[in-house]
């Protein structure tokens, strides 16, 4: 029985190593429980984060065997009864040239890609459009700037009220903690500029399929970017501890067509008392 258990366990960390290695297999656009990967990336920075998260694992799961191998050669073969007399060497110039020149060559080629893939996050390209998310104690507020700077607040739905909201709203599996009353409508294929800032205290806006994590800050205005490849519907949570109600204040994303959006548009416009849009303030950006 004990032993199951104990295999059980080595087989699971066998699977996160493998999951890890391979993080693209994972196929969720939310947490799941037990998962060791990341979550499907659908915009070319996470794929990129994702590349360059395996390129690092193989690299340290090398230097890591490298040193085991180093070090039980060691053990073995200068154990006090193999070598009752050590040597005296304490200099090795060749040696010590190559343990100082190797470990800054991989360095390098870590450092390369790490600074390419961290320009390509932090510049925002030409933005096609704005959405602003403004942090709270304990829910998320967005503005549409370029759209006639409608806006609406976005909590999230108690555990209570989950399986309503699911049947009024045609969800399938709703997912607990994560599901939001209203949710940030964005196009597919479009590059939208995120204005992320706070009310009170810091909050952080992150979607993991989108690879964006961004600090809310009061006072301060930071922005970040993304293009969604895919239609679909993609969750995070506010990502700095901002008070007791932190982990309940989820982001809720549906990257839908550009007619879809159009449409939504134009019914958020009528809510909120303003003309429909005119194609002139399509463009700002
Ligand atoms: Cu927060």
């Not at 209203?182 to 989108?210: C, G, K």
Request: proline share 5%; hydrophobic share 45%.
């Amino acid at each position: 029985m004990r032993f199951n258990k104990i295999l059980s366990a080595i087989s699971s960390i066998g699977a996160g190593l493998f999951c890890g290695l391979f993080a693209t297999s994972a196929s969720a656009t939310f947490a799941e429980p037990w998962q060791t990967g990341f979550q499907t990336a659908v915009t070319e920075v996470m794929e990129d984060i994702t590349d360059f998260h395996n390129l690092l694992l193989v690299i340290i799961t090398l230097i890591t065997i490298f040193v085991l191998v180093l070090l039980v050669y060691t053990m073995w073969r200068f154990s006090a009864k193999r070598n009752p007399v050590p040597s005296k060497t304490t200099h090795h110039a060749m040696l010590e040239m190559v343990w100082t020149i190797v470990p800054v060559i991989i360095l390098v080629v870590i450092a390369v890609p790490s600074f390419k893939l961290l320009y390509k996050a932090d510049v925002v390209p030409k933005a096609d459009m704005t959405v602003k998310a403004i942090g709270n104690q304990w829910y998320w507020q967005y503005e549409y700037p370029d759209h006639g700077n409608f806006g609406f607040a976005s909590n999230m739905i108690q555990d209570a009220d989950l399986a309503k909201f699911a049947k009024e709203n045609n969800i399938k599996n709703p997912k607990r903690l994560l599901e939001t009353d209203t949710e940030v409508v964005v196009p597919v294929n479009t590059t939208v500029r995120v204005q992320v800032t706070a009310n009170d205290v810091l909050h952080a806006w992150a979607i993991p399929a989108f690879g964006v994590k961004i600090d809310g800050v009061p006072g301060r205005l930071n922005q970040t970017w993304f293009n969604a490849k895919k239609e679909g519907t993609y969750y995070g949570q506010c990502s700095e501890l901002c008070g007791v109600n932190h982990g309940f204040m989820p982001i809720k994303v549906k990257v839908v067509s550009k007619a879809a959006f159009d449409a939504w548009v134009t019914a958020q416009r009528k809510a909120a008392g303003l003309a429909p849009m005119t194609s002139e303030r399509r463009d700002v950006g």
